[in-house]
């Protein structure tokens, strides 16, 4: 099954998404906008509409849905806009890209929980259905593998 997420860039989600068991996959990419087939360098210009994003392949057997949206909203704030650390930009978004109901349905549930527990606070993550996903350049793949950086 496929989940889509994004949390600011993408590296740092692509290696976390990675790691959890039950994820056969994890590629980084560019979704959510109007542009076909952006580049880097085009969504970098924050006029694309696209985010940089995760595209996880996972095994329903072995991890739900409702546990991969939990790891998405553990691991950044979904709380500022636009935003995320030091990366500024539309393209550096929350987001949920949904690939069907019971996606939607979870997604939406989850951000309710999360509201809830954290009322002083409001979390701006997008939740939208899941448009064309374009496979970011390979040298953004295990990004940080290749750099030695884990």
Known sequence: MK????????????????????????????????MPSPSYEDVCTDRTGHAEAVQVEYDPEQISY?????????????????????????????????HDLEQEKAAKKSMKNLQESMPEKKIVTEITPAKEFFKAEEHHQRYFEKQGLI
């Open 66 to 98: 409702a546990e991969l949206l939990k790891v998405f909203w553990e691991n950044h704030n979904p709380t500022t806009l636009n935003r995320q650390g030091p990366d500024v930009g539309t393209q550096y978004r929350s987001a949920i890209f949904y």
């Open 3 to 34: 989940a889509t997420f994004a949390a600011g860039c993408f590296w740092h989600v692509e290696d976390l998404f990675r790691k959890v068991k039950g994820v056969s996959s994890a590629t980084s990419g560019y979704t959510g906008g109007t």
